[in-house]
């Protein structure tokens, strides 16, 4: 893993948005300085890592997994990672990461995608032959490539794309990309906003250590009520904050319906539920959800051991405030 503050690269240029996503995370851990992501500078991932912590010193990882790891032993102190895109769907890899591992997310902060058409200086769209990028790229901008009869070709992702297009020097050659990855790497953008969804988000998570200091109280690890405790009725549930709760069911009739009934009665709404299955254990899955509220409230609490009753495994990777 390369590891350095990249102090010599353009920045991405920040919106309104992005600069008090980064005053509330600024606020939240103060002591945070090292943050990884990964894939190279120009990547989506690397933008959003920029815009989340400014004044961080960078390193980029060959892996989702080599990131997280370097933030669960110590190496850095956060991660921003990518769980989610509005068009190609869940990102299976950091989810599998949830389930195994130790890391809290705390925030989940969305980057709207613009992909652009970038071409070596003085070079032409009518010179393009192939175009090459991230295969979830290629197909956001297919429609726009095929118009054109252009051949592609898969890359590692959308920033190596851009660089070796620049390496290359070939007007022949074009890659599907960011603006900023075209000012990094001194490409010119041959063509805006190419991709055929104008809805194209990525969900960034920013993963930390449990226990990592706050600049308000700790929410995101929650202790699990004793089996004695008397349970409660539901109470209203409104917050501005959500809970990434992970469970497996047990083998009997009916568990999920069970479990996704016990939610439901504590007046958690569930904003996604999708199923990974469980690495080397064949045809067990887990389920990934996303809840609307904390979980570390009375009712959060009342509603977790309730839902022991249906589940196997119950782990709470996070309370999360939603960034824009």
């Known amino acids: 893993m390369e590891n350095k503050a990249f102090n010599n690269v353009t920045k991405p240029e920040t919106s309104t948005s992005s600069d008090n996503a980064a005053e509330i995370l600024k606020a939240a851990f103060p002591d945070v300085k090292s943050v990884i992501f990964s894939g190279i500078e120009g990547s989506f991932a690397a933008i959003a890592a920029h815009r989340l912590f400014p004044e961080g010193e960078f390193s980029h990882a060959h892996s989702f997994k080599e990131a997280y790891e370097k933030v669960s ?126 809805q194209n988000t990525t969900r960034f998570a920013v993963f930390v250590r449990p226990g990592e200091k706050e600049g308000r109280k700790d929410g995101a690890t929650v202790t699990l009520p004793e089996k004695e405790t008397a ?64 979980v570390d409230t009375e009712d959060g609490k009342n509603m977790l051991k309730l839902l022991r009753t249906a589940c196997e495994l119950i782990k709470v990777v996070g309370i999360y405030r939603p960034l824009k």
């Open 73 to 198: 032993d110590g190496t850095c102190d956060a991660a921003v990672l990518p769980i989610e895109n509005s068009y190609a769907g869940e990102v299976g890899q950091v989810s599998d990461l949830m389930f195994g591992g130790d890391l809290q997310v705390r925030f989940i902060y969305e980057l709207n995608i613009s992909q652009c058409l970038l071409g070596v200086p003085g070079g032409s769209i009518e010179e393009i032959r192939t175009v090459i990028s991230h295969p979830q790229a290629l197909e956001q901008s297919a429609e726009f490539i095929s118009a054109h009869n252009w051949e592609t070709q898969p890359y590692e992702n959308t920033a190596r794309a851009a660089r070796e297009v620049a390496r290359r020097g070939d007007p022949q050659f074009a890659a599907v990309g960011s603006a900023e990855t075209a000012k990094l790497y001194d490409l010119t953008i041959l063509a805006r906003d190419i991709n055929e969804s104008s």
């Open 231 to 294: 349970i409660e009725e539901p109470k209203d549930n409104a917050s501005s904050e959500n809970t990434i709760l992970i469970f497996t069911i047990k083998h009997v009739a009916g568990s999920l319906a069970k479990a996704v009934t016990i939610i439901g009665m504590y007046d958690f709404n569930m904003r996604v539920i999708r199923s990974r299955p469980v690495k080397e254990k064949n045809w067990q899955y887990y389920f990934y959800t996303e809840l609307e509220g904390r």
